[in-house]
């Protein structure tokens, strides 16, 4: 069984953009560039995109103010673990975070995300192939292979809740 370790693990991999075992703001400025990139060129204007960069940038911030404990301007895995131990510090990043993604995913706002867009989005983050395949498949697609914005938002946000086992996002660690 997936535990919050586990997907903790795979977060900080993802987010260590450069590989070079630690979390810097390079990284996520990185991070938020793939994203952004790989957004559908029909979304509402800029502000979902500005929505993201800014999501991003709170997501580091907030490590880098509750998790760098040396206060060297980067955060190591054994640093970045200890959030499994305290997720209300990260509440509020993380909501934002899965709001502007979420968002992200649905341009013409009609609170579904297609396939092909999500999967853009999540290979832009990082995550595999047939990781991204099986959690989309996990959350129920309508007959024209989309989901609800809602519902990806919501597993976003179970995502980094230690407590909760058996989640729809544990597909992500494969």
């Known amino acids: 069984m997936t535990t919050a370790v586990d997907r903790i693990k795979l977060i900080f991999e993802l987010f260590d953009v450069d590989r070079n075992g630690f979390l810097e703001a390079r990284d996520f400025s990185l991070m938020a560039e793939r994203v952004d990139a790989a957004a559908a060129a029909e979304a509402a204007g800029d502000a979902p995109r500005r929505a993201m960069r800014a999501a991003f940038s709170r997501y580091w911030e907030t490590l880098r103010h509750e998790l760098d404990a040396n206060r060297d301007g980067r955060v190591s895995y054994e640093e970045f673990a200890a959030c499994v131990l305290s997720p209300e510090k990260f509440e509020g990043t993380i909501v934002e975070f899965a709001d502007a993604l979420s968002t992200l995913g649905d341009p013409d706002g009609d609170g579904l995300v297609e396939h092909e867009l999500f999967t853009e989005l999540m290979l832009a983050i990082g995550f595999a192939p047939d990781n991204i395949d099986a959690l989309f498949d ?25 407590e909760k086992t058996g989640i729809t996002g544990d597909h992500l660690v494969g």
Do not use: K, L, M
């Open 138 to 162: 996990a959350f129920g697609p309508d007959d024209q292979d989309r989901i609800e914005v809602s519902v990806w938002n919501g597993s976003i946000r179970d995502y980094y809740h230690p």
